[in-house]
């Protein structure tokens, strides 16, 4: 309700990585460009919708697929969403399930391997999976180039859309 722009995340994880991805594009915390991040531990969304059309605030909110069609996703919300105030962006099938394969899908397997000391005999994956939290700090404080998934930047575009720095 204090934020002018709210972005709702799954968890921490996907928090601290939004963080780093905006952070990489504006050159400034979320906080710092009147944007609020809130990470709601979980998948349930519809009551920061129902929030934020009540409220007519800005918000999108990024979650994992979990196997399931994106657009299947969106539909059990979609009386709360509208292009120009309210969104949701869900990760692509095609990158996986959930942020940690889809980092692995935008970025190289030798890269994020190198950033989270991962040598070539482990899983990367069942590695990133088991240690959520240690994969995103690790990736969010290296100064290595890493590309954001997909629904990540565009919901980032998305909520800076109508203001100066979106520009």
Not at 60 to 71: C, E, L, Q, T
Not at 96 to 111: F, R
Request: aromatic letters at 6%; hydrophobic letters at 35%.
């Amino acid at each position: 309700m204090l934020a002018d722009r709210m972005v709702l995340v799954e968890g921490p994880s996907d928090e601290i990585l939004f963080n780093r991805f905006f952070s990489d594009k504006y050159g400034k915390e979320p906080l710092d460009l009147g944007v609020g991040v809130m990470s709601i531990s979980g998948t349930s969304f519809r009551r920061g919708f129902e929030l934020a059309t009540l409220l007519d605030k800005r918000m999108v909110a990024i979650r994992d697929n979990d196997g399931k069609n994106p657009d299947d996703v969106r539909a059990k919300l979609s009386e709360y969403l509208s292009d120009d105030r309210r969104e949701l962006f869900v990760g692509e099938e095609e990158g996986g399930e959930t942020l940690e394969p889809q980092l692995i899908h935008t970025n190289s397997d030798e890269l994020i391997r190198r950033i989270l000391d991962v040598e070539n005999g482990k899983d990367l994956l069942q590695w990133m999976t088991n240690n959520k939290t240690d994969t995103a700090l690790a990736l969010a404080e290296d100064n290595e180039q890493l590309t954001p998934p997909k629904y990540i930047s565009d919901a980032i575009a998305a909520i800076m859309a109508d203001t100066q720095a979106g520009s």
